[in-house]
């Protein structure tokens, strides 16, 4: 299943990012998630920034059919790479997401670029569930939490850009 997601911000890339790669925010974002448990970190070599955060998960709001295969928790892994900036501030990156011990990933790329007003930020990539017969199924149903999760997470980013 394919995701596109395009934020629009009113604020400069580098403004972005210095939130995006704040260990805070990223503890902040796996606990606006419901996480039942999540670290982060932050790494930075040679100019790459990877972002890692496991959050542990309650698969409540999913359906029946879906929590059969994974349990009542699953621990979601997500690690962001991104590039050194360019002169204008923009960068790009990789965004991968995995479910610990189930073959559900999701695999894409981010670039954020100056706007006029600020910048944007986008998301493209694919979720995949590898389960027989049932995979197509669970992601029509994960595809909608994947980018109610990336909606969140940019009203967050917001928040935590008006507080200076």
Request: with cysteine.
């Amino acid at each position: 299943m394919q995701i596109h997601e395009e934020t629009q911000y009113g604020a400069t890339p580098q403004e972005l990012f210095a939130v995006m790669r704040d260990p805070e925010f990223a503890r902040a974002r796996a606990t606006a998630s419901g996480a039942l448990e999540h670290d982060a970190e932050v790494q930075e070599v040679d100019g790459t920034t990877r972002v890692v955060s496991s959050r542990t998960i309650s698969t409540g709001p999913m359906p029946e059919t879906a929590r059969r295969f994974v349990g009542s928790t699953v621990v979601v892994e997500q690690v962001e790479r991104w590039s050194a900036p360019a002169t204008d501030g923009s960068r790009n990156g990789t965004a991968s997401l995995t479910v610990r011990g189930v073959p559900v990933t999701f695999e894409g790329t981010m670039t954020l670029r100056p706007t006029a007003g600020g910048c944007t930020h986008v998301l493209d990539g694919t979720l995949r569930a590898k389960v027989p017969l049932v995979g197509a199924s669970i992601e029509k149903v994960l595809g909608p939490i994947v980018t109610s999760m990336v909606r969140s997470e940019a009203e967050l980013a917001r928040t935590w850009l008006a507080r200076g």
